[in-house]
């Protein structure tokens, strides 16, 4: 993703990493992340051992909300390895989106096609497929504000 298409997706946020306590993540449902199987085992211990070896070297991305907690947005296994590790805080990137295509969109750019992330061809179709249903259903661009 380009430095424009960046823009164009996110409305405000501080794109600086921050220390986030666990505990005020929310995971999203199931069914709005785009790998429907949730957290892939074999992946899951390769970054749990990454991060007890090394430590996080990439931040989750998350959503402000309101009530002051945060909505993973891209990120589930290294959110998924910091709380089996027991960790308190995980590093993040705030960021809040000008719509609801333009979170769906940066989602799949995030969940690139990527054999070792369980992030499979059908799983990216299935996402674009899901992406289009919704545009159909809300129209082009539901606002997120």
Known sequence: MN???YERLVIKGSH???????????????????RKSGTDSAHHARVVASFDNVGQKVPITVQAEVDGSYTLVA??????????LGWDTI?????????????????IEENEEDPKKNNC???????????????KYYGPSPTLE
Not at 17 to 30: E, F, G, H, M, W
Not at 77 to 84: E, G, L, N, V
Not at 99 to 107: E, G, H, R, S, V
């Open 16 to 34: 600086k990493v921050q220390a986030i306590d666990l505990k005020k993540i929310n995971r999203p449902s199931t069914q709005s992340q785009l």
């Open 75 to 84: 990120g589930e296994h290294r959110f998924s390895a910091a709380q089996t």
């Open 121 to 135: 061809a059908a799983t990216q179709e299935a996402a674009l497929e899901d992406l289009i249903n919704n545009l």
């Open 3 to 5: 430095s424009k298409q």
């Open 91 to 107: 590093d993040a990137v705030v960021l809040s989106f000008k719509t609801l295509l333009d979170k769906k969109l940066f989602q």
